[in-house]
Structures are given as structure tokens and as C-alpha cells.
Nanobody
Framework: QLQLVESGGELVQPGGSLRLSCAAS????????IGWFRQAPGKEREEVSC????????NYIRSAEGQFTISRDNAKNTVYLQMNSLKPEDTAVYYC????????????????WGRGTQVTVSS
């Protein structure tokens, strides 16, 4: 069973940076696309970025373009989300999720989920 664990979330000031990690165990990640999702209080969960299993396809939600960078290190079985110039509206629980090969913007097509890591952007 593929298991995902997110880490790296914390309290950061506006304008700061964080790097979130999504570490996998149980199976190699190299056959899986990984999506990063976030859910802010009172809002629906949204996908902010995804990277395909090959790394050849990378997607970002429009508001994250130029601010977030997704990457993967299959040797470490880990996917990262580098977040720069953080704003209070980036405050949310961030989740990573996996599905075979290709990205999807439909979260119900992701079969494996981590428990999330809290990112709080506040002065």
C-alpha cells in the first residue's frame, strides 16, 4: 500500500518561503503522478500543482504560477513544493495525493492521500 506523508508546513511571515515535502513509502513513486492540494478554512479543497510520473508534465493553479515550484526526486521517493512570496491567503492545510502516471484536476481520481501539513502565513 502506497503511503504518503507531508512535512514542512509551519507558521511563516508574509513574503516568506517554505518547502513542503511529500515522502512516499510502500511503493516507488516513479509510476505515480503527485498532486498538491490545499484546503483553507471554510473553503473547498483545490489542487495547486501536479507533476506527472515522468516529470514531463507540470501544472499549476493560475494563482500559484511563478510563486510555487513542484519537483520530484524519485531516488528519494519524495515530491516537493517550493512556495515563495507567501501571502496570508496561502494559509491552508496542504495535502499531497497520488494517482497512476498522469495528472488530473479531479481529486476523486487520486487514490492515495497524505494527512496534510498546516501552512500558516501571518505576521
Amino acid at each position: 500500500q502506497l503511503q504518503l506523508v507531508e512535512s514542512g508546513g509551519e507558521l511563516v511571515q508574509p513574503g516568506g518561503s517554505l518547502r513542503l515535502s511529500c515522502a512516499a513509502s510502500g511503493y516507488s513513486l516513479d509510476s505515480y503522478a503527485i498532486g498538491w492540494f490545499r484546503q483553507a478554512p471554510g473553503k473547498e479543497r483545490e489542487e495547486v500543482s501536479c507533476i506527472s510520473s515522468s516529470g514531463g508534465v507540470i501544472n499549476y493553479i493560475r494563482s500559484a504560477e511563478g510563486q510555487f515550484t513542484i519537483s520530484r526526486d524519485n531516488a528519494k521517493n519524495t515530491v516537493y513544493l517550493q512556495m515563495n512570496s507567501l501571502k496570508p491567503e496561502d494559509t491552508a492545510v496542504y495535502y499531497c495525493a497520488a494517482r497512476r502516471k498522469f495528472c488530473s484536476d479531479a481529486e476523486d481520481l487520486y487514490g492515495y492521500w497524505g494527512r496534510g501539513t498546516q501552512v500558516t502565513v501571518s505576521s
